[in-house]
């Protein structure tokens, strides 16, 4: 709407102040009486880059007032183009005057009808409006006000009285709005955000904008919910590089004291903080050929309702009470790469976290594969890495690890058949500071190697129309040696060699005319020599085929030898046509004899001939025989306008006095955009 209102505006403002611009009017019959210039009959007249017609215009050449009468058509560029009964432009004393004006902009197909519109100076002003983009004698939606004026030296639109109407009926109504019409932000108020939830009562935020600079902005949401207290969040986005960008935001909020004993709340406050940052070129230009680049992702809170309390949607929920900060920078060159890694944790659920491990900071040195002393057939690589775990309690540790394999390639019958041979070392040193008196030691090393050999292949042939593709390889592992002092903690695992082990693997492609491919297969067996109470691991079988157009057929099996039947399966059968998509999942895992996962999943689309998705979908836990999630649904699409319109349950985590739970929630929810203006959405709750 705004850009057609711009129009309009510029339509209004066009002609004044203009004399510098040349007027020319071509008709079937021009007349000149005087300063009098009469024009009829097919009128044209060419302005700038505005096209204007008429049934018959007048021009007086000395108060340059032009007046177009009959059906008046004006083109600007091949963006918008209006109606109108009557213009009157006065060109001197810049006061222009429409009536019963008609406008469209032909690229959103928004329209706009007014009785009047003038132009007097600074101050436009149209009246008894309405706006749309639906069908011109019936329009589903439209915006009526009452009347608009524009202050062209502000560039600031005031509309008045303005109310949304769905067919005849008025769904909203606001005595006022105001909005500037350039593309620079201004500070103000935006949308507020409201909703019903049966925990938290009406809720409402309004989110205040300040923009007082291109470079950066904040936004500061107060909230209130009527059963459960307020609070303030407030976030503050900035771009310090044309490739960098970043974010802080944090909150506070505090709960009545009658829903803390209500829900046996662990904590009646909940605040946090939370930083973001991204940059993929810090210190180095792309022009030499290196790269770096850092990402942050800092929270801190101190329970899962810091977040949950400023979501609007389910994705922006805590899905669990742990909570992982990251710091990464990364420099790569085309023979190296460094990298530098942070993490921390915080266990919501913990009453401390001073025994929780941090991993700050992490080195990595790593030199790409490279050529052996100039041989092709020899290559080598190395990686270090360095990385220190603290606890809040003083215990420290520093892990020193070396990994340098060395692998010779060669093939056989002219590429058909490559091999590679590789000696795989490895060297890790621990150091302790800070343990218990009863530790079994300060130290651990330790030093290992194996043996790495690949025979592979990959074929390909036409048969007939179809393609075929074939990839076998066999992978055999055997330690060679391996050397461990001293004591490692249980929360710091090392590279250790692989058990003497063999894989047999086998993958094959089948392609259809049209280069599609119509059928997937892989097989993979495992063959165990050591340290093992059976001779064969887990065969894995992963197919796929996709059969009568519109069908798919998936399942990846694990076979165990050892307990006779499936120790996993992930599955799935989807059917896809136009207007429909439906899928079937099911996932089966054993853990140590007894199942651990069990359950099915089904969804499906479908679209209806007037262009509507209904969806649905429910998972099924065949463990403890309920329903875990469902949602359904329906979106409707139109040309000027979609509504979506669902209900689901989703899982909540809270913290109790008892410790981290989770609540399911009930959300009904619909959004509603109106196009091209844009929309709102809305959610309702029942939690229990």
Not at 639 to 658: F, M, Q, V, Y
Request: aromatic share 16%; with cysteine.
């Amino acid at each position: 709407m705004r850009k057609l209102l711009l129009f309009l505006l510029t339509a209004l403002l066009l002609f004044g102040a203009s004399e510098e611009k040349n007027i020319q009017i071509l008709a079937a019959s021009v007349d000149r009486n005087g300063s009098i210039l009469s024009a009829s009959g097919d009128v044209v007249v060419y302005y700038g880059r505005s096209i204007l017609q008429a049934d018959r215009a007048r021009y007086d050449t000395n108060s340059s007032v032009l007046e177009l009468f009959g059906r008046v058509e004006m083109m600007e560029g091949v963006e918008f183009a209006s109606l109108s009964d009557y213009v009157r432009l006065d060109l001197k004393r810049e006061k222009n005057l429409f009536s019963d004006i008609f406008m469209a902009d032909l690229q959103s197909s928004l329209w706009m009808r007014g009785k009047e519109a003038d132009k007097e100076r600074e101050m436009v002003t149209l009246a008894k409006a309405f706006v749309s983009s639906c069908d011109v004698a019936c329009p589903d939606w439209h915006l009526e006000f009452s009347s608009l004026d524009y202050d062209t030296t502000t560039k600031w639109m005031n509309l008045w009285n303005p109310v949304l109407y769905m067919k005849e009926t008025p769904l909203l109504y606001f005595p006022y709005l105001g909005f500037s019409t350039d593309r620079e932000r201004r500070s103000g108020l935006l949308r507020p955000l409201f909703g019903i939830s049966s925990r938290d009562g009406f809720f409402y935020t309004q989110p205040i904008y300040f923009a007082p600079d291109p470079q950066w902005d904040l936004e500061i949401d107060p909230q209130i919910r009527v059963a459960r207290g307020q609070g303030i969040y407030a976030t503050l986005r900035f771009v310090d590089t044309p490739h960098s960008r970043g974010k802080i935001t944090t909150g506070y909020f505090v709960d009545k004291q009658s829903f803390v004993e209500e829900y046996n709340l662990r904590n009646s406050s909940h605040y946090g903080v939370q930083a973001n940052y991204e940059s993929p070129r810090l210190f180095v230009s792309p022009e030499s050929g290196n790269h770096d680049g850092i990402y942050l992702d800092i929270t801190y809170l101190k329970d899962p309702d810091y977040k949950n309390l400023q979501a609007f949607s389910t994705a922006e929920l805590a899905n669990s009470s742990q909570v992982q900060s990251r710091i990464n920078y990364y420099f790569n060159t085309p023979e190296r790469y460094v990298g530098v890694y942070g993490k921390y944790f915080i266990d919501t659920a913990l009453a401390s976290n001073k025994d929780t491990v941090q991993s700050i900071p992490v080195i990595q040195l790593h030199s790409y594969q490279n050529k052996l002393m100039g041989w092709d057939a020899l290559h080598y690589s190395a990686d270090y890495r360095i990385s220190s775990f603290f606890t809040a309690a003083g215990k420290h540790m520093q892990l020193q690890e070396l990994n340098a394999p060395l692998i010779f390639y060669t093939d056989f019958f002219d590429g058909y058949l490559n091999l590679s041979v590789s000696e795989n070392l490895y060297y890790s040193y621990i150091g302790y500071q800070n343990l218990p008196s009863d530790a079994p030691g300060n130290y651990y090393t330790f030093f290992r190697n194996y043996h790495k050999i690949d025979l592979y292949t990959d074929l390909a042939r036409r048969f007939g129309e179809r393609f075929h593709t074939l990839q076998m390889r066999l992978t055999y592992n055997r330690p060679s040696f391996s050397n461990e002092k001293g004591y490692i903690d249980p929360s710091i695992s090392v590279l250790r060699s692989p058990n003497e082990n063999m894989v047999l693997s086998a993958i094959n492609y089948l392609y259809d005319a049209a280069g599609k491919e119509f059928l997937y297969y892989r097989l993979s067996q495992p063959v165990l020599y050591e340290k093992s109470d059976h001779k064969y691991g887990d065969i894995e079988h992963e197919f796929r085929i996709k059969f009568l157009e519109n069908y798919e057929l998936y399942s990846d099996l694990f076979y165990s030898y050892y307990l006779g039947s499936l120790s996993s399966a992930t599955s799935h059968i989807k059917y896809r046509k136009r207007g429909y998509d439906i899928m079937l999942t099911h996932f089966y895992k054993i853990v140590k004899e007894e199942r651990s996962s069990d359950f099915f999943s089904i969804s499906g689309t479908y679209r209806s001939e007037s262009g509507n998705d209904w969806f649905a979908k429910i998972s099924y836990d065949n463990l403890d025989q309920k329903i875990r999630r469902w949602e359904t649904g329906v979106h409707f699409f139109r040309h000027c306008w979609d509504l979506n319109l669902g209900i689901k349950d989703e899982k909540r985590p809270i913290l109790t006095s008892a410790g981290a739970q989770s609540i399911d929630n009930l959300v009904f929810y619909f959004q509603i955009n109106l196009v091209p203006l844009g929309g709102f959405e809305q959610r309702f709750e029942q939690e229990f």
